[in-house]
């Protein structure tokens, strides 16, 4: 009796609660860690540590506690005595971290790819709707240059060089392991890792989709314990920096002068309203806004028990753009959900993005540019235009100006997709796993060019033309559905770890456009289709249907966690093919060896921690191009010529593009070898990757002869296997962390060099102009054999001819059109053989395309990142520098300003009383000096810029908690504060929407600097 009473009392005892308090310390240092979260799995019950690390909370004997922060590992203790100090070990210390491959994970330790990882707090520093601007810097091998400074805008992200030259270069993007079509234009708010698959034998697992490299992204789960909710908002101005340098009033019209005495007579300077001689006027005063806001709001919700967590996030992301009439909006939502049971996972998550987006006039820089200074200021707010002096009717800088201030192109956009996985564990080694994906995307574009009333300021008439007012509407929705299904295997026997699985992978994709416009708008009211009463109108539309198959097997197999290897085989079929070229077979293997685990490598431990050898090769097949290329395409409707003097039209059916049936996969072969190696207990780690990639059979559209009779006006291309080109590259990630006292820091360097050469196009073929790459008319880049995609192929100048005897020269040499003093002075390259020992002597007197030379390109020599991040008590600080050397940036806006007479170094042209200038004499826009693919116009590229600075403070915990919240953070931001570059346009990073067009500029929406105020807080 006495027994069981003494035991009945111990077990009272046992299940009452008591205070369980301690200090968290990290074991790298001994040093309290703050903030780190407690909570009593199985219960509701949780708390944040204080700033000396110290904690106390509400527990009974035998429960398991959970100690989890950011960067360090969790830790669960059961309950044994009221006072527990509990030490967090460092993920950075621990290569079992866990890193997303595809369709599966594998420890760190066992990687054998080259895969890169960026975390939350990487990413969530900076205030912007667009991934890659975020990205930037802090991974290499992956290059990334904004495309646009247009609120909203996407950046053009490259994972280890040009990988198409007709197709897209985008990489893959896979969301919680459902493919993507295109950037899945998530808040950075949203995700939680994000895993770069760089080299093929990584990315092949996701066959043709994965052909320009994979991203992987994680979005944030919920964890158990007690509902977490953190909210976040920031407020913002952005600025311009520097810009075109543009003559003043005084300036232009003695330029003007100094034109009419040394090139035209006929000349009449000046305007010849007298009143206009007192205006001094700039209009990008008018059309660029500086101090336009910007401003985010965040919430995330999350939480759960053993069996159930959950996530919910929500956002808005507000920003006018400094081009007048641009603005952008997006609101992002996501729930997810997770279920666990002892052989059962199932994983949700559905999301949506709506954006909505008014978008400048393309060519508003430009017109704003052309506008002389001495003409009145024009704001857009009347539907009277005038035309130039004497002008009548003729398009001139005030009434093309006025028209792009009126006009209004609005662009909205609703994405929504959708997942749904589950996992069931058949035995203790075998699992499989079903995912299915649904991604849908609309947008609508409508376009309104209202009416206005030209009035000619000579003979003050005045006229309403009905086609220079309408209204266009473009509609278009993107379907994709995915499913997979992995069985997985994962087994250990004594030294011998085997992980294999066999996956089957289904998409289909749709898409449908349709576009119409109709001329002559009635009202200015009213913006739709039926306000314009013109016929006909312009229509068109697109529908097709795209489906991919795959079949993989991948085995992984490790020996004593010392000897890793890894073979995957995949089995590709696309729609895209004829029925004879459908299939393709992609096998990759990779193998890595960790030496520091070696008994031999135990003396220098404790200087190199971890040591690691990886090998790889890999095969990827790539169908970039429009589907139905297999398949001739006849189109009705058309005009379509018979009579031999081509004025006779009939009505009628077309061929608009012929078939290939033979084309086939483009192939990339690719061969990688890495190193690992983190020293002194891992303060210093290094990953150095040296790869080599080859693109065999690309896909090309090669243009036909007008004799195949395809109708005028279509693409007049066929896809073709033609081409070879090779990427090389070198990559370099380091990291340095350190403890010293109450303070750490953080630092991190990355390095990016990747050489890009075409080694084939086609037999008998060795150069191609890029249609899409002109500047004033003429197209400035070339796919040239053994120099990079979409090299700058320009004129050479050497000067100005400044007096007789070297325009006399000159014009001996060269002949054709005779040059006058102040014209450029053209190289005429060596292209003749003149004593016939197989080596070019001498020029053929005549500029032609033979004359134009290698320039460089918009490809940077190499890359680099600096990341910095620094905490001291409440106090946090953190940098991001990025440097991009080598490339060179073609300066259309700084050539229109010459060709159209405005650019301020014209001020100081060659003139006879100036003769030592080397800027020609300003003559005729057609004048070959005009031309815009000289390198009077090249410029370097090169820029260091500072992408972010950051400066935070977080209230004292006693403070916080005393206010009800667990934490509360302020801080400051400047995002592109400051850029160092010789360029002299607006800014040199130039991305280009495609290929063709990098380093490019040509008047695009310049980029901007944005500082900010911020607040977090957690509840």
Known sequence: MIVMLVFCCFNTVQAQEITVQGTIKSTDDGMPIPGATVIVKGSTKGTVTNFDGEYAIKAKMGDLISVSYIGMLTKNVPVTSKFMNISLKSKSQDLDEVVVIGYGTVKKKELTGAVSQLKADDIERFITPDLGSAMQGQIAGVNIAASSGEPGAQSNIQIRG???????NTPLFVVDGIPQEGDPRLST???????????????????????????????????????????????????LGQGIALMDASQQLYFEVQQKKNYSAAFDPGPTRPEWLTNNNDLRDVILVNDAESKTYNLNVSGGTKNFTYNVAGGLFSADGVLVGSSFKRYNGRASTSYNTDHWKINTSIGFIMEDRDRATNNLITDAIRYKPYFPIIDGSSDVFYTEEGAGGVETPLNTLAQDLKRKDNERTDKINASLSVTRDLTKELSFTTRVGANTSSQIRNIFRPKYTLV????????????????????????????????????????????????????????????????????????????????????????????????????????????????????????????????GSFPSLSAAWNVSDEKFWQPLIGTVNNFKIRLSRGTVGNDSFDPYQYSSVITGRRNYVFDTNDTALTLGSAVVSYANPEVKWET??????????????????????????????????????????????????????????????????????????????????????????????????????????????????????????????????????????????????????????????????????????????????????????????????????????????????????????????????????????????????????????????????????????????????????????????????????????????????GQNPITFTKYSGFDPEIGGNNVAQRGLDLSRFPLTSLYSLGVNVTF
């Open 456 to 583: 000619d300021l000579t003979t003050g008439s005045s006229s309403v033309d009905p086609l220079k007012s309408g209204v266009e509407a473009q509609s278009s929705r993107l379907s994709v559905f995915s499913w997979d299904g992995t069985l997985s295997y994962k087994k250990k026997i004594g030294k011998h770890g085997f992980d294999a699985i066999v996956t089957s992978a289904f998409e289909e994709r749709s898409y449908q456009e349709f576009y119409a416009t109709r001329n002559g708008v009635i009202s200015n009211e009213i913006e739709v289709l039926n306000n314009a009463g013109q016929d006909p109108g312009a229509y068109s539309g697109v529908n097709y249907v795209n489906k991919t198959a795959g079949f993989i097997g991948r085995i992984q197999y490790n020996y004593d966690g010392k000897y890793l290897f890894s073979v995957l085989g995949r089995r590709d079929g696309s729609s895209k093919f004829g029925k004879d070229y459908r299939w």
């Open 162 to 168: 040009i990988t198409s030259l007709s197709g897209s």
């Open 668 to 973: 990339s072969i690719s061969n990688n070898i890495g190193v690992d190696l983190a020293f002194f207990k891992n303060k210093f780690t290094l990953t150095a990757d040296y790869y080599v990639t080859k693109k065999q059979d690309m896909l090309f559209p090669v243009r036909l002869p007008g004799s195949t009779g395809v109708v005028n006006g279509e693409p007049q291309n066929v896809i073709l296997n033609i081409g070879n080109m090779t990427n090389k590259g070198l990559e370099i990630g380091a990291n340095y962390q350190q403890k010293i006292g109450k303070s750490k820091f953080n630092l991190g360097l990355t390095f990016t060099k990747n050489t890009n050469v075409i080694t084939k196009i086609v037999d008998g073929v060795d150069i191609i102009y890029n249609p899409n790459s002109q500047v004033l008319g003429d197209p400035a880049t070339v796919f040239k054999v053994g120099r990079e995609a979409a090299s700058f192929w320009l004129y050479q100048t050497d000067g100005v001819l400044k007096n007789d005897a070297e325009v006399t020269a000159y014009n001996n040499l060269t002949g054709g059109t005779p040059s006058q003093k102040g014209d450029l002075r053209f190289v005429d390259q060596l292209t003749v053989d003149s004593d016939g020992d197989g080596i070019a002597d001498k020029g053929d007197g005549v500029l032609n395309d033979q004359d134009r030379v290698y320039s460089g390109s918009g490809l940077p020599d190499f890359e680099m990142g600096f990341n910095m991040s620094w905490n001291y008590k409440n106090f946090d600080m953190s940098m991001n520098w990025y440097a991009s050397v080598g490339a060179e940036v073609i300066n259309g806006t700084k050539a229109d300003a010459y060709a159209r007479f405005r650019h301020a170094d014209l001020v100081n042209m060659w003139t006879a009383d100036n003769p030592t200038s080397n800027i020609p004499l300003a003559k005729v826009r057609t004048h070959r000096d005009s031309s815009g693919i000289s390198d009077l116009f090249l410029e370097d590229g090169s820029y260091l810029r500072l992408k972010l600075i950051t400066l935070g403070y977080s209230l004292p915990k006693s403070v916080s908690t005393a206010m009800g919240i667990s934490k509360l953070r302020f801080y400051v931001s």
């Open 189 to 239: 708010n949203e995700i939680e890792t994000i895993d770069v698959l760089k080299d093929a034998a990584s990315a092949a697992v996701y066959g043709t989709r994965g052909a320009s490299g994979v991203i992987l992204i994680t979005t944030k789960k919920g964890k158990e314990g007690s509902m977490k909710v953190d909210f976040g908002t920031t407020y913002g101005v952005q600025r």
